[in-house]
């Protein structure tokens, strides 16, 4: 059985060890704190649970990545931070 729910990655509504799995799909660049929301992550999985993120990813071109987070900011100002 799926269900899907919206939550604050960063503080989770769940019970530690509460999912077998846990997804997140194009959202890390948003979250303001990524240590914490990876953190809750752990925390609401159980032992032995599998996690599947999927993000962007900056260039490795210094200056083609600064003028990504620049345009990414620009189009959406929840845009935070892509990584490598």
């Known amino acids: 059985n799926v269900t899907f729910r ?3 990655a ?3 509504p769940f019970p530690a060890g509460a999912f077998t799995l846990l997804t ?3 959202a890390p660049h948003h979250f303001p704190d990524v240590t914490r929301a990876l ?3 752990h925390r609401v999985l159980r032992r032995g649970g599998r996690i ?3 993000d ?3 260039p490795d071109d210094p200056e083609i990545a600064q003028w990504y987070q ?3 900011q620009m189009r959406d ?3 935070i931070q892509a990584y490598t």
Do not use: G, K, N, Y
Request: aromatic share 4%.
């Open 6 to 8: 919206e939550a604050d």
């Open 10 to 12: 960063e503080d989770l």
């Open 24 to 26: 997140c799909r194009i």
């Open 39 to 41: 953190s809750e992550f």
């Open 52 to 54: 599947a993120i999927v």
């Open 56 to 58: 962007t990813m900056l």
């Open 70 to 72: 620049q345009m990414e």
């Open 77 to 79: 100002p929840t845009h």
